[in-house]
């Protein structure tokens, strides 16, 4: 998958190394705990997702340098407690913060997911907590056309978690829109 800016390929074995570097920024792990063996079982269930599902994480790599920039796609969440459990997720290295391309992988993400899998929902989730990074998630989230939906608490008692979604009726929607503009 292309973008204007970005090569998503999917997710390879290789891209545990590139993980890990990732997520050795405080910035970027958001206050989440995440433990060398926890971000080994992140990379080798986004390599089984593209097996199982045909979709999962994307690597995300800038076309202009080549550069492994983060992660980016659709993540099924097995132990989220709602019934649509397709995220479509967003993680860069802090230097490529701020120039829209979370959300143009996050829009690349969602007509993958609708257009090519049919999927019916789509969700999105970060910590409610108004940590910057937290808010730079939910903007991306909104300019997707994901809209919010509820908090909740999901894998900590201690921090609640907002989420967004978006369904495929409403993505036809904005298709249609964006045609007729």
Do not use: C
């Amino acid at each position: 998958m292309e973008t204007n800016r970005l090569l998503l390929r999917p997710w390879r074995e290789e891209d545990g190394v590139e993980l890990q570097r990732l997520f050795n920024d405080p910035a970027v792990r958001g206050g989440r705990n995440l433990p060398p063996d926890r971000i080994a079982k992140l990379a080798e269930g986004s390599l089984r997702q593209w097996r199982v599902n045909g979709f999962g994480p994307w690597a995300a790599i800038d076309k202009t340098t080549g550069s492994w920039i983060g992660r980016i796609g659709l993540d099924e969440l097995d132990d989220w407690p709602g019934v649509d459990k397709i995220e479509v997720g967003f993680e860069l290295h802090r230097a490529w913060w701020g120039r829209g391309l979370a959300t143009e992988g996050a829009v690349a993400a969602l007509e993958f997911g609708f257009a090519q899998h049919g999927l019916q929902r789509i969700i999105s989730i970060t910590a409610a907590a108004p940590a910057a990074a937290h808010a730079a998630a939910r903007r991306v989230m909104e300019k997707a056309g994901l809209t919010y939906r509820g908090t909740r608490y999901w894998m900590n008692p201690d921090v609640p978690v907002v989420w967004y979604a978006m369904d495929r009726s409403a993505w036809k929607a904005s298709k249609s829109a964006a045609h007729t503009l």
